[in-house]
């Protein structure tokens, strides 16, 4: 079992930016991945960023070059750092851990709500 704690969300006006932190507790060493996805009101959950422990990433297109995710091995933490926020990107965001041998997510934080102001 993997328990994961986002935190850092809150309202930011366009153009600013945004930490969101994912703590990781329990069978840590089974996380093959750690994902960052948001969902807006009325749309689907969206992949934004994900980071391998090998240490690959891959983004949404929507965010590339705005966004940055990475991760502190000591604190057990992935950050996902947003920079130049649009409206656009408000929403509940919510960190993922994918088991090895799985093919999907299979632990997921509370979700941290981010707003974007214009």
């Known amino acids: 079992q993997v328990q994961l704690v986002e935190s850092g969300g809150g309202l930011v006006q366009d153009g600013g930016s945004l930490r969101l932190s994912c703590a990781a507790s329990g069978s840590i060493f089974s996380i093959s991945a750690v994902g960052w996805y948001r969902q807006a009101p009325g749309k689907q959950r969206e992949l934004v960023a994900a980071?391998?422990?090998?240490?690959?990433?891959n983004y949404a297109d929507s965010v590339k070059g705005r966004f940055t995710i990475s991760r502190e091995y000591a604190k057990n933490t992935v950050y996902l750092q947003m920079n130049s926020l649009k409206p656009e990107d408000t929403a509940v965001y919510y960190c993922a851990a994918k088991s090895y041998g799985s093919s999907e997510y299979n632990s997921w934080g509370q979700g941290t709500q981010v707003t974007v102001s214009s």
């Open positions: 980071i391998t422990t090998g240490g690959n990433s």
